[in-house]
């Protein structure tokens, strides 16, 4: 299975200035493709921290989606990160200054061309709404924070690098709805079922409601899903706790 991430970056979500847009945009836009989200983490704009989990997803091999921190002003620090990472310095991308003069003529200069500036080696995202391109390097898509940007740069990433992959994942979910258990009530259930089945994640989700209900499942391989969802439910019965399919 192909890991996909995403970075979402800056002070600003952090502490509340900003609202996040682009985690439940992102599981949209693989599930849609029968893709999904493996991890996602959110970072301030602190260049030491950008650094070293850029480096740790590059070295994983995973597929990557970076949003904010590639503009031109001081508090911005993924280009220069995503550089350091790869070990690669930062030169100006012809094309990308191309795209920008085209854009803003001689307004460009002295300060829009900054954003043209890229790691050594790395390809273009164009951008559809002011063509300052983003910019890709190791399996790592690096998109502006604004989500009507960004948004549409990712939809591109996906349909010209991982067409490929689309619904071509065997990979199923599936739960039932336990009524009148708790999380506690089924742990050794759980732990029997992650026993029998390591290659499989299991998920436990409780409703706050006056039935102490429990939404249990599996996720990962269809044919075993399958399997262990029979066992999981014969499991919840054996328990005597009621239940039904989501």
């Known amino acids: 299975m192909q890991s996909f991430g995403i970075y979402i970056i800056g002070d600003e979500i952090l502490s509340g200035k900003r609202q996040d847009a682009h985690l439940s945009k992102v599981i949209s836009l693989l599930s849609a493709r ?5 991890w996602a983490h959110f970072i301030g704009d602190i260049p030491t921290q950008i650094t070293s989990h850029l480096k740790a997803s590059m070295a994983r091999g995973d597929v990557v989606f970076s949003f904010g921190g590639i503009g031109a002003t001081p508090d911005d620090h ?12 930062i030169v100006r991308h012809a094309e990308a200054v ?16 900054l954003m043209a500036d890229f790691p050594q080696g790395c390809d273009l995202i164009p951008n559809p709404v002011n063509r300052v391109a983003g910019f890709s390097l190791h399996q790592h ?23 490929h992959l689309f619904h071509a994942e065997d990979y199923q979910e599936q739960s039932i709805v336990v009524t009148e258990a708790g999380e506690s009530d089924m742990i050794d259930l759980m732990n029997q079922m992650l026993s029998q089945y390591p290659t499989l ?37 054996a328990l005597g706790y009621p239940w039904v399919d989501v």
């Open 34 to 38: 029968g893709l999904h989200l493996s």
């Open 141 to 163: 898509y690096f998109v502006p924070g604004f989500p009507e940007m960004a948004h549409p740069m990712v939809e591109w990433v996906l349909e010209t690098y991982y067409s």
């Open 98 to 113: 191309a795209n920008i003069e085209a854009q803003y003529g001689e307004t460009a200069y002295p300060k829009r061309v």
């Open 78 to 89: 993924t280009r220069q990160c995503a550089a350091a990472a790869a070990g690669v310095p």
């Open 201 to 237: 994640k299991l998920f436990s989700l409780p409703r706050a409601n006056q039935r102490r209900t429990t939404e249990v499942g599996m996720k990962g391989q269809s044919d075993l899903v399958t399997q262990a969802m029979v066992e999981l439910k014969a499991g919840v019965s």
